[in-house]
Nanobody
Framework: QVQLVESGGGLVQAGGSLRLSCAAS????????MGWFRQAPGKEREFVAR??????????YYADSVKGRFTISRDKAKNTVYLQMNSLKFEDTAVYYC?????????????????WGQGTQVTVSS
């Protein structure tokens, strides 16, 4: 079992920044990749960013909508994944979920992830 707990969400003005954290516990050694998804009202949950977890080599992948603005990183010693969000837009408003895959290091689809956090609300005002 893997447990994921997100934090860091909140209200921010357009152009501002937030950093989300995802603390992982349990059988993290079984995780290949971790990442972030988001779901806005009336929309499907969508991929945001992904990072390789099990390897010492860092690999990241981003949705086109956040490239150049968001940065995903990891701290293996703390079992934590971060999402630094800069230049936030109103369109970034959503509940952000941390996700982990035990089968794929590059899981960008919802159904490719096995574990999910509870989500943290990010609201960007215009």
């Amino acid at each position: 079992q893997v447990q994921l707990v997100e934090s860091g969400g909140g209200l921010v003005q357009a152009g501002g920044s937030l950093r989300l954290s995802c603390a992982a516990s349990g059988r993290t050694f079984s995780v290949y990749g971790m990442g972030w998804f988001r779901q806005a009202p009336g929309k499907e949950r969508e991929f945001v960013a992904r990072i390789r977890w099990s390897s010492a080599i860092t690999y990241t992948y981003y949705a086109d909508s956040v490239k150049g603005r968001f940065t995903i990183s990891r701290d293996k010693a703390k079992n934590t994944v971060y999402l630094q969000m800069n230049s936030l837009k109103f369109e970034d408003t959503a509940v952000y979920y941390c996700a982990a895959s035990t089968t794929l290091p590059t899981a960008t689809r919802v159904d490719e992830n096995d574990y999910w956090g509870q989500g943290t609300q990010v609201t960007v005002s215009s």
